[in-house]
């Protein structure tokens, strides 16, 4: 492990202990933090894939009951009856924090409360797989909101897990190990120069007392 181009000095050792704290400490946050995002990712795939089967198997159904009601229906009167819809959805996003991610969350709202405003059309021209097939989807569509919402979720924090991941194994095998290397590089060169120092003040003391004993002759 390559060490850091300081200076090896007290000063310089003081601040790399610094900084190999705070990154221990930044290490420790970011592995919660990846840790969290990791439960929150599972729980949001697990309900991702049993709304994507309840979405695919609803669909599935209309699909069959439109088929069914173009087979019946004269083409001209199946359009005729779904040109004018009576309901109308508006759907507010807004975002929610989940450990740093922003979050969509969709909210509809309807233009009325009454159910049956989902058929646009009038009973008797129309078959009733017709019928089946608007309900299915009106049924369904709160699945379907709920199913882009968690997929977007899904999407961002698996993004915000991969950034996370590659933080902590920066911190863990390149930026600590340094720190800690450089930290000790530094601890034996001041070691090594107080030990000449020690070496060198010795050896003046013994030729001062030396010149001494000479002087006293």
């Known amino acids: 492990m390559a060490i850091l181009n300081v200076n090896a000095t007290r000063m310089e050792l003081t601040n790399l202990k610094r900084k190999l704290n705070t990154a221990r400490r930044g290490h420790k946050l970011l592995k919660d933090k990846r840790d969290e995002l990791m ?54 996003v807004t975002e929610k924090n989940v450990m740093s991610v922003m979050i969509p969350e969709f909210k509809t709202e309807y233009k009325t409360d009454n159910k049956d405003d989902i058929y646009s059309y009038g009973y008797a021209f129309t078959s009733g797989e017709l019928d089946g097939a608007v309900k299915a989807l009106s049924e369904v569509f709160p699945d379907m909101i709920r199913l882009a919402e968690r997929e977007k979720s899904c999407q961002l924090m698996a993004d915000e897990i991969e950034k996370t991941r590659r933080r902590v194994n920066a911190l863990e095998h390149v930026m600590i190990p340094r720190y800690e290397e450089t930290i000790r590089y530094i601890s034996m060169k001041l070691d090594e120069n107080e030990r000449s120092t020690t070496t060198r003040l010795m050896k003046i003391k013994d030729m001062m007392i030396e010149e001494n004993v000479k002087a006293k002759k």
């Not at 159904?61 to 009601?69: G, L, P």
């Not at 001209?76 to 508006?90: D, G, N």
Request: hydrophobic share 50%; glycine share 2%.
């Open 39 to 92: 439960r929150q990712f599972l729980d949001a795939v697990r309900e991702n894939l049993d709304l994507r089967l309840k979405v695919e198997a609803a669909i599935k159904s209309a699909n069959t009951y439109m088929a069914v009601a173009g087979s019946v229906m004269q083409p001209q009167v199946l359009s005729t009856a779904l040109m004018l819809p009576k309901q109308e959805v508006r759907i507010d």
